[in-house]
T-cell receptor, first 111, second 116 residues
Framework: GQSLEQPSEVTAVEGAIVQINCTYQ??????LSWYQQHDGGAPTFLSY??LDGLEETGRFSSFLSRSDSYGYLLLQELQMKDSASYFC????????????WGAGTKLIIKP | DAGVTQSPTHLIKTRGQQVTLRCSPK?????VSWYQQALGQGPQFIFQ???????QRGNFPDRFSGHQFPNYSSELNVNALLLGDSALYLC???????????????FGNGTRLTVT
């Protein structure tokens, strides 16, 4: 079967660092994507990990451990504009190109 | 370079009616996926079109159908609308034709459908 777990809500302070964890179970796993969605907006692509390790893109980093079926998104130097929902989306399932979506993590930034 | 465009942005329909939503993919993209997103939930995969064919489908009834045109644009049709079909419908394009399994999805701003 397929499953996906990430916290429903995380609260952090402006300027701090926050980590959003994701554990998944899926057949035919290819990689893990992260998307950001502001309220009322469209999801936007943040990062993709196909191999184990850390990928860094500016203030955002994403990590993958294939053996643990685990990944995380690390956001540094938090800004108020980072308040949004964050989705981890494993690539896999019944066919090659399917992404699996959960309910996401709502990140609340406090001043 | 235009991104993914969807029309209309908002739509109000009555239960039992039919609706057609439209999507133009990002320039250079050949694949279109449709998602339904209820308030406070993640996107739910409806189906994906590539080379004018439905290549995979999520757990949605046959009332949901689609089409992809030679210019890669796409339509989502929903028949016999139910109150539960009220949601944000997102279109996402990507470049699967390049063989890149990790081709990122580029989403449009969605169509907000309200069924009364």
């Amino acid at each position: 079967g397929q499953s996906l777990e990430q916290p429903s809500e995380v609260t952090a302070v402006e300027g701090a660092i926050v980590q959003i964890n994701c554990t998944y179970q899926t057949s035919g796993f290819y990689g893990l994507s992260w998307y950001q969605q502001h309220d009322g907006g469209a999801p936007t692509f943040l990062s993709y990990n196909a191999l184990d390790g850390l990928e860094e893109t500016g203030r955002f980093s994403s990590f993958l451990s294939r053996s643990d079926s685990y990944g995380y998104l690390l956001l540094q130097e938090l800004q108020m504009k980072d308040s949004a929902s964050y989705f981890c989306a494993p690539h896999g399932g019944d066919s090659n190109y399917q992404l699996i979506w959960g309910a996401g993590t709502k990140l609340i930034i406090k001043p | 370079d235009a991104g993914v465009t969807q029309s209309p942005t908002h739509l109000i329909k009555t239960r039992g009616q039919q609706v057609t939503l439209r999507c133009s993919p990002k320039s250079g993209h050949d694949t279109v996926s449709w998602y339904q997103q209820a308030l406070g939930q993640g996107p739910q995969f409806i189906f994906q079109y590539y080379e004018e064919e439905e290549r995979q489908r999520g757990n949605f009834p046959d009332r949901f159908s689609g089409h992809q045109f030679p210019n890669y644009s796409s339509e989502l049709n929903v028949n016999a609308l139910l109150l539960g079909d009220s949601a944000l419908y997102l279109c996402a394009s990507s470049s699967l034709g390049t063989g890149h399994l990790n081709s990122p999805l580029h989403f449009g701003n969605g169509t907000r459908l309200t069924v009364t």
